[in-house]
């Protein structure tokens, strides 16, 4: 008979990978990872530049959201958010950005006590396994690959060149503590391939007899014996069934998921809990609020000539991509299509930049952005930082297969308009460098140059969309409003934690995935801080047994 998990862990996501990969390293603790989609065997998953494939495809959650008065109307506008072992980490962009120190001291400022910089760079480290750095801000030897991109398209490193000659300075490390300027990001891949958490944390576990993995299957609720947690309901094929933990249960859902299993489970606010007939574990009221995602947007050109990765979509190009990578594990296959990009300030006045950007050396690449007239073109993505527009997540019905109803409050905040458009700005004023003048024909979105701040703030609620890093959903802290506290121990209840992107006090200036896998990391020593002390207390105990015998 199968032996119940010392831990269960909802959510195969990038923290729930990286947690149970650790915490089963000691072959005393054994583990069960419920993953809602299915394992990481799609083969488009693993080569870098077919990401643009699983990031449109079945792979996918997609949930309905509230536009706000600020967006332009829309019909049924969704988000998607990663189904599949790996989460985020198999389908995303492999961006690999951390942030700055601020966003981290900011944490502990707000009552995330031992998330400060200096906590959690020992963390980013003991993932990292890094092709270039090694040393302070570095390490070379994790088990999650951080790589220079293989290959670097000529078009790419000539937009660097037009950011430069239009005043920003190269980068040549986002992650050093020094966000600003420009210059080619890192990537989670090793080899050639993509390296996401499942690739780097579960792949090994896979043979361990301590680990348990259940693909395609739905946790539905947190089973509670009074005030403690004590095991998981969930679906596999249509049967429900239950299984029980012996010390502890971690949330890893993410930042929508998250919060509507606690809601289902009895834990969040009362009166809305009440209202949809939810019997009320503990009053948290926290639980679904503080919503943050960073806002995106695109600027397109239409090129003179084939000078994007669009002339790839011909055929025979794309035999030839495919031939290099077979025979060379190099060239454009090995690409992310987002090369380089950059950090830059804009007119808000704060500390660190709150403009990121992206440029793809290609158009129609990302959902939503459509190619241009003749074929080649090429993007630049604008996103915001430092987002100020608060949202929620809450119960949008007593069933409980309705999804959640989430309400972002998308750019509510002036500052958020304003730093978008300034983004359009600077971006205008790089792709009209003399550098760029050959290979760049025109705009297609927006057709013309835009000037006025009428015409820019008009143009930023057409066509801003979320940028797919929510969080702070459940936010860590000590006052009435946190639902965990720096342990991740979820308040008012025993045996639950939370670990995912939903714990954030605040969103960091950059894509979340290395920080998700940070927080699995730092996890995963605060449950085997704890199970160590039980063990000690337990081998004591048995001391004094075997001495009382004696």
């Known amino acids: 008979m199968r032996r119940r998990p010392d831990y269960i862990i909802v959510g195969g996501g990038s923290t729930g990978c990286t947690l149970a990969g650790r915490l089963t ?51 049924s506008p969704t988000m998607i958010q990663a189904r599949v072992l790996g989460g985020g980490s198999s389908v995303n962009a492999m961006l690999y950005v951390r942030g700055v120190p601020d966003d981290y001291d900011g944490w502990a400022a707000s009552g995330a006590d031992g998330w400060g910089y200096a906590d959690v760079l020992p963390y980013f480290k ?63 891949t090793r080899d050639g391939r993509r390296s996401s958490a499942a690739v780097a944390y579960i792949r090994p576990a896979m043979g361990r007899p301590n680990f348990d993995l ?84 695109s600027l397109v050109y239409s090129l003179s000539g084939p000078y994007s990765y669009d002339k790839y979509k011909k055929p025979w190009w794309a035999a030839k991509a495919g031939l290099e990578y077979l025979l060379f594990k190099n060239g454009p296959v090995t690409s992310n299509v987002a090369e380089a990009g950059g950090f830059w300030w804009s007119s808000n006045g704060t500390t660190n930049p709150d403009i990121q950007l992206f440029f793809l050396a290609g158009a129609g690449v990302e959902e939503g952005v459509d190619t241009v007239p003749g074929g080649n073109g090429c993007t630049i993505s604008v996103s915001q930082t430092r987002p100020k527009s608060r949202g929620f997540v809450e ?106 992107a939903s714990v954030m006090p605040d969103v960091i200036s950059g894509n979340l995935n290395s920080v998700a896998i940070m927080i699995g990391e730092k996890a995963a020593d605060l449950l085997r801080n704890r199970s160590a002390a039980e063990k000690g207390v337990a081998q004591a105990d048995a001391r004094s047994l075997e001495a009382q015998r004696l």
Request: proline share 7%; net charge negative; glycine share 10%.
């Open 25 to 75: 390293e000691d072959a005393d603790t054994h583990v069960t990872l419920f993953e809602q989609g299915p394992a990481d065997r799609n083969p488009w998953i693993h080569l870098p530049v077919t990401y643009y494939k699983v990031c449109k495809g079945p792979l996918l959650s997609r949930y309905s959201y509230e536009r706000s008065p600020e967006q332009a109307p829309a019909e």
């Open 214 to 297: 259940r693909t395609k299957c739905q946790v539905r609720r947190i089973l509670f014996e009074g005030q403690r947690a004590v095991g998981v309901e969930f679906v596999e094929r249509g049967t429900r069934h239950r299984l029980m933990a012996e010390h502890e249960v971690i949330l890893s859902a993410g930042a929508i998921a998250t919060p509507h299993v606690l809601m289902l489970s009895g834990v969040g606010p009362a009166d809305h809990l009440g209202a949809h007939g939810v019997p009320v574990v503990c009053d948290l009221p926290g639980v679904g609020q503080n919503y943050q995602d960073h806002m995106e947007m």
């Open 395 to 500: 119960l949008a019905g007593d069933d409980e297969n309705q999804p959640p109803r989430i309400v972002p409050n998308y750019l509510t905040h002036r500052d958020d308009i304003r730093c978008l458009a300034d983004g359009a700005r600077l971006v205008q004023d790089i792709m009209k460098q003399s550098v760029l003048s050959r290979y760049v024909e025109q705009g297609h979105i927006p057709p013309r140059p835009l000037s006025t701040t009428a015409e820019l703030d008009a143009f930023v609620r057409s066509q801003a969309h979320p940028g797919l890093h929510p969080c702070g959903t459940c936010r860590m802290g000590r006052d009435s409003m946190a639902v965990v506290d720096p342990q991740l121990r979820v308040h008012g209840v025993e045996g639950l934690r939370i670990a995912d």
């Open 126 to 188: 003991r993932a990292e396994g890094n092709n270039r750095f090694h040393g302070h801000a570095h390490n070379s030897q994790g088990p999650l690959g951080v790589s220079d991109a293989r290959y670097i398209h000529p078009l790419t490193r000539v937009w660097l060149q037009a950011c430069q000659q239009a005043g920003l300075p190269y980068n040549s490390d986002f992650n050093s503590g020094d966000q600003s300027g420009v210059g080619l990001y890192q990537v989670t």
